[in-house]
């Protein structure tokens, strides 16, 4: 249904796939962003920086085909490609896990206990949240 839903060139087609690898992206909605169902990162994972065991996990590879040797190759760097969450900020059921709503986490189930280092206290980020 998707292919013919693109082909007819409807309106809100933002992410028509014209080969396979773009029809295998659509098919598997690599458009949005991942989504954790019962365990993940949460909100303030944003702000934690990197995990210090394991800073990157493996992506997806991504095929093309060439056409001089009329086979698919890999066309991107997959190996150690992600960002990991940091893992003292994943939990079950990550509920709070949208950075754009972290002020009203914060109203509502209370600031956490924390202090900022001196090298990141002239930051904007922190500016704008220190205004609450």
């Known amino acids: 249904m998707i292919p013919i839903r693109s082909n007819a060139d409807t309106v809100i087609n ?24 019962f365990y993940g990162p949460m909100f303030t994972d944003a702000y934690a920086g990197q995990d210090q065991d394991e800073p990157y996990k493996d992506d997806k590879p991504k095929y093309e085909k060439d056409e001089r040797l009329n086979r698919y190759i890999i066309v991107n760097d997959w190996e150690k490609g992600k960002i990991n ?7 079950f059921f990550p509920r709070m896990w949208s950075d754009n709503n972290a002020v009203n986490y914060l109203k509502y189930y209370g600031f956490l206990d924390f202090e900022i280092k001196d090298e990141y206290k002239n930051e904007p980020q922190v500016r704008n949240y220190s205004k609450l």
Not at 85 to 91: A, I, P, T
């Open 14 to 37: 933002e992410n028509s796939p014209k080969d396979a690898r773009s029809l295998l992206a659509y098919y598997n909605l690599e458009q949005y962003p991942d989504t954790y169902l």
């Open 85 to 91: 969450s940091n893992k003292k900020h994943r939990g």
